[in-house]
């Protein structure tokens, strides 16, 4: 079954920082690209950023783009997103999401096929 | 980016009957070498993450129950629930592939009537 279980979330400051954690199992996680994609509260959808199987390829949303950077650890199973500058605008819960049709290094089109249960992350003073 | 708009924003369908939401692209989605649609539709219950529902605009992802198809083509794409059931009580969205950054519906709310 595959499961993918987000951590590190929690309350902090605006202009403070964070790193959320993604463990994977279930599935050769060294063969999907996996997905940040954040609902802020009692809101839609927003895709946050992206990364291919070795890591050798990024892409993120324009509203994080210089502030968060999204990085893997294949031998550990794990995905991870720091998160810099944090605002009000970035609460949200944070889902780790594998993609359901990317499994070489270079793709084009994602959808999502498996979704963590998220990690919430507030941004408050 | 690409501006996906559903319609309705809510609706309310009796147990059994056929409930149906559309989503409006800004731009065609349809890929020629591909011969596809790169549109997806997710179902989010309350208080659980979404879970992908269809994807090429019509093919439905493992485990979906055949009560919901997909169709469409251009900008104009269709999700059907041909009989609601009780736990088909959810927000859906749409999404859209073909470009970076992936971009959602904002969501259609599905309740009983």
């Known amino acids: 079954e595959v499961q993918l279980v987000e951590s590190g979330g929690g309350l902090v400051q605006p202009g403070g920082s964070l790193r959320l954690s993604c463990a994977a199992s279930?599935?050769?996680?060294?063969?999907?690209?996996i997905h940040w994609v954040r609902q802020a509260p009692g809101k839609g959808l927003l895709w946050v950023s992206r990364i291919n199987i070795d890591g050798s390829h990024t892409s993120y949303a324009d509203s994080v783009k210089g502030r968060f950077t999204i990085s893997r650890d294949n031998a550990k199973n794990t995905l991870y997103l720091q998160m810099n500058s944090l605002g009000a605008d970035d609460t949200a819960v944070y889902y780790c999401?594998?993609?359901?049709?990317?499994?070489?290094?270079?793709?084009?089109?994602?959808?999502?096929?498996?979704w963590g249960q998220g990690t919430l992350v507030t941004v408050s003073s | 980016d690409i501006v996906l708009t559903q319609f309705p924003d809510s609706l309310a369908v009796s147990l059994g009957e056929r409930a149906t939401v559309t989503c409006k692209s800004s731009?065609?989605?349809?890929?020629?070498?591909?011969?596809?649609?790169?549109l997806a539709w997710y179902q989010q219950r309350p208080g659980q993450p979404p879970k992908l529902l269809i994807y090429w605009a019509s093919t439905r992802a493992s485990g979906v129950p055949d009560r919901f198809s997909g169709s469409g083509s251009g900008t104009d794409f269709t999700l059907t629930i041909s009989s609601l059931q009780a736990e088909d009580v959810a927000l859906y969205y749409c999404q859209q592939y073909y470009t970076t950054p992936p971009t959602f519906g904002q969501g259609t709310k599905v309740e009983l009537k």
């Open positions: 279930g599935f050769t996680f060294s063969s999907y690209w």
């Open positions: 999401v594998r993609d359901g049709h990317c499994t070489t290094t270079s793709c084009f089109g994602n959808w999502f096929d498996s």
């Open positions: 731009l065609g989605v349809f890929y020629p070498s591909d011969n596809k649609h790169f």
